[in-house]
């Protein structure tokens, strides 16, 4: 199945973007295509390579741009909720790009199923 | 089902949120506004707190934050025109449809389920 993903929430302040991660992986893992990742609202502080975390935490910025190394994944970030939020191409993490709004609705029209992870 | 040029789907954005307090609901009003030019069949559902986005007389002046709920009576003009709000919701609030400035809906718990059911994508806020 082919599987698009909204991610609505920040990390760490947040479950949802360690949900929408382990989701991802596991569906990876059991043969499904992920489409495309969109992050949206705080969802959009999940791509600032700012983001340094201690040592003993999981990196959740790192994290996703592996994910996007490994398996190919695109990760798009809302420009106008990353823009309100500081997030610009010169600190956005590995993996990720800025796009528009029209990304997520593609990936609605394109995917067999959008999953949305947030409040 | 495979989106090749011309699919249309049926989006709902479901609208759960105050309007102000959190960017949720102006956030979420940005996304319907671009996914009009998909050419997609859309409709809005407001839900608990959510209702309060589309209620009259809103007035933001005091909070200086932009009163955005002008732009839901814009929707028309975008062939928005499926709109509608949980029944028990308006109840729970003490507001009838007159309190709305939009035309909507009033639906029952039991047929929001069943226009969700309906839908391919549900996008909720």
């Known amino acids: 199945m082919k599987f698009g993903i909204l991610v609505n929430e920040g990390p760490y302040t947040h479950q949802a973007a ?16 992920i489409n495309r990742v969109f992050f949206y609202h705080d969802g959009v502080n999940n791509s600032s390579s700012l983001t340094e975390p201690p040592q003993d935490d999981r990196n959740i910025v790192d994290r996703w741009s592996k994910l996007a ?14 823009l309100r939020r500081g997030i610009k191409d ?4 590995p993996g990720f790009r800025i796009s528009g709004l029209g990304q997520l609705i593609e990936t609605g029209i394109q995917s067999d ?3 949305v992870f947030g409040d | 089902m495979e989106g090749g040029p011309g699919v249309i789907k049926k989006f709902m954005y479901v609208n759960r949120k105050a309007p102000y307090g959190t960017i949720y609901a102006l956030e979420s009003l940005e996304v319907v506004l671009i996914a009009a030019a998909f050419d997609q069949d859309v409709s809005l559902a407001f839900i608990d707190d959510g209702v309060y986005q589309i209620a009259k ?4 002046k005091g909070i200086d934050v932009k009163n955005f709920s002008p732009t839901y009576r814009a929707l028309e003009g975008y062939d928005i025109e499926k709109l509608y709000v949980a029944k028990e919701s308006l109840e729970q609030r003490g507001l009838t449809e007159d309190d709305l400035l939009v035309d909507v809906q009033v639906v029952s718990a039991a047929e929001m389920a069943d226009l969700m059911d309906q839908q391919d994508v549900i996008l909720s806020f």
């Open chain 1, 18 to 33: 360690d949900t929408a991660y382990q989701f991802i992986k596991a569906a990876i893992e059991k043969g499904h295509e």
């Open chain 1, 69 to 82: 190394k490994d398996h190919n994944v695109d990760l798009v970030v809302c420009v106008a909720a990353a």
């Open chain 1, 90 to 93: 010169n600190n956005l993490a």
């Open chain 1, 113 to 115: 199923r959008l999953v």
């Open chain 2, 57 to 60: 007389g809103q007035r933001t």
